[in-house]
Nanobody
Framework: VQLQASGGGLVQAGGSLRLSCVAQ???????????MGWYRQAPGKQRELVAI???????NYADSAKGRFTISRNSAKKTVSLQMNSLNPGDTAVYYC?????????WGQGTLVTVSS
């Protein structure tokens, strides 16, 4: 499995970004039941969960993301997206796409999000 993330960049506070991640080298049926999510790691901090969407469509969000971020998946395209609104400098981090399949975690390469004040 290879996860390819994109969509990061520089945005002003209050702005929006949409991150996308495509799962490569995995069959559709395997992707459809996997948990997909986004983690982030800010400089000097531990990696933390931002949002996750389970194979059944249920979602979980970090408190910091609730009401501002929306995670979604397109199983036909094997993609997971994270729509981020009302961004603030505290959201600055490298964002990592994540997949949990059959108990095995997979990580994307990370995409940098920088929010200027």
């Amino acid at each position: 499995v290879q996860l390819q993330a994109s969509g990061g960049g520089l945005v002003q506070a209050g702005g929006s970004l949409r991150l996308s991640c495509v799962a490569q080298r995995t069959i559709l049926s395997s992707f459809s039941v996997a948990d997909m999510g986004w983690y982030r790691q800010a400089p000097g901090k531990q990696r933390e969960l931002v949002a996750i969407i389970h194979g059944n469509g249920d979602t979980n969000y970090a408190d910091s993301a609730k009401g501002r971020f929306t995670i979604s998946r397109n199983s036909a395209k094997k993609t997971v997206s994270l729509q981020m609104n009302s961004l603030n400098p505290g959201d600055t981090a490298v964002y990592y796409c994540y997949m949990l399949r059959d108990g095995t975690p997979y990580w994307g390469q990370g995409t940098l999000v920088t929010v200027s004040s």
